[in-house]
């Protein structure tokens, strides 16, 4: 899945897509107020945002348990990764090897940054049920471990981890190595199925947990995110970002109405259950294997070759991504609006025939 196509493609080449199911967008905007929020805000464009952080800051406090010298926020979830990328690979001595522990597959972007920064990689694998191995992780972590990342709940698989065990987990691993706790799609979440993760940063605990505005909240091109975690931590994350300045004042005064806006998360928290089961069970019903996600996405084995089922899809106006692993090729396809999974599955009964 080349981002680099679109930068340097020219714009008559680009794909025209009636479904855009290919980056878990949520297909139904941002909230109405947020977008009050953001036509206000217009009126501050030549404004740096400043004091508006503080604002924000107290409402996520007040939510997760943390203070306000656990938070630091983003332009979206990515500089958070990207951060700790840049600095667990590079603080103490240059001449010792760094390995970065996780499970495959996952979410790629923090791993492919550090081991370009010269750190090794070593990746368990999920489990059977396509999960997190805990356990497994565990057992491997070493002297040149500099920092476990997990993603809960995954990508590209959808699954969790129990979160009473992903606590105990980082309870027993925190204080010997970082944890970082990816968890971008965390609001799709149940509470029985939330771990509480701010109140491991609250515990004094050296984890690392990364939010993101882009799935719930809509805010994939607005860019917002934050990270939680010890004072330390984040002034030393600090030093590998741009100090706050990726982050508008128009994206950050709707960002504080859209948190505020539990009814907007609710619906699109609820539409995305609703539609993933009927294309869940329309997949099925075609003698598909799903994995039982937990996402705004679904991962099933497909029966072509990945590139020739992906070039077919988009060239049917369906944008979707693929994956190979295990010696299988998969679809990941994210959830839209049920209008555009009807779409999705008549295009896709099309190609594979
Ligand atoms: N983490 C995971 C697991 C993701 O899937 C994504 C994007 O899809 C991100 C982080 C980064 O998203 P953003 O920078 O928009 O917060």
């Not at 139904?28 to 800051?57: H, Q, T």
């Not at 990328?85 to 001595?93: E, F, L």
């Not at 609703?274 to 003698?287: E, I, N, S």
Request: glycine share 6%; aromatic share 10%; hydrophobic share 40%.
């Amino acid at each position: 899945f080349a981002r680099e196509f679109y930068l340097t493609a020219p714009p008559e080449t680009m794909p025209k897509l009636k479904a855009r199911l290919m980056a878990n967008e949520n297909p139904y905007g941002i909230s109405p107020k947020a977008r009050e929020a953001l036509v206000k805000a217009v009126d501050l464009s030549n404004r740096y945002a400043w004091m508006e952080f503080g604002e924000l800051a107290n409402r996520i406090g007040e939510q997760e348990g943390v203070a306000r010298k656990h938070i630091l926020f983003s332009p979206g979830s990515s500089d958070i990764l990207m951060a700790a990328a840049a600095y667990y690979t590079q603080n103490g001595d240059p001449s010792k090897p760094r390995t970065i522990l996780t499970c495959r597959p996952t979410y790629d972007d923090l791993l492919e940054r550090s081991e370009a920064f010269g750190a090794k990689i070593e990746a368990v694998p999920l489990t059977p049920q396509y999960e997190y191995d805990l356990d497994a992780m565990k057992a491997r972590i070493g002297p040149n471990t500099k920092m476990v990342y997990i993603v809960n709940p995954n990508n590209p698989t959808g699954t969790i981890v129990n979160p009473q065990k992903l606590e105990a987990f980082v309870r027993e691993v925190a204080p010997k190595v970082p944890v970082f706790l990816d968890e971008a799609y965390i609001d799709f979440l149940a509470p029985a199925e939330r771990p509480n993760t701010g109140k491991l940063v609250a515990e004094g605990l050296n984890v690392i947990v990364a939010r993101t505005f882009s799935k719930i909240h809509a805010f994939a091109g607005l860019r917002l995110g934050y990270g939680l975690a010890q004072p330390d931590t984040l002034k030393a994350l600090r030093q590998y970002t741009n100090n706050n300045f990726g982050v508008s004042i128009t994206t950050l005064m709707a960002g504080i109405a859209a948190y505020e806006d539990r009814e907007w998360q609710t619906y699109c928290r609820t539409e995305n259950a609703k539609v993933r089961d009927y294309t869940t069970k329309a997949l099925k019903g075609m003698g598909y294997e799903v994995i039982p996600s937990f996402a705004n996405f679904l991962l099933f084995p497909i029966r072509m070759k990945p590139k020739t089922f992906e070039n077919q899809m988009w060239a049917n106006g369906i944008g979707i991504q693929t994956r190979e692993f295990g010696g299988q090729p998969w679809c990941r396809v994210s959830i839209g609006t049920q209008a555009e999974m009807e779409a999705f599955l008549a295009e896709f009964k099309k190609v594979v025939g």
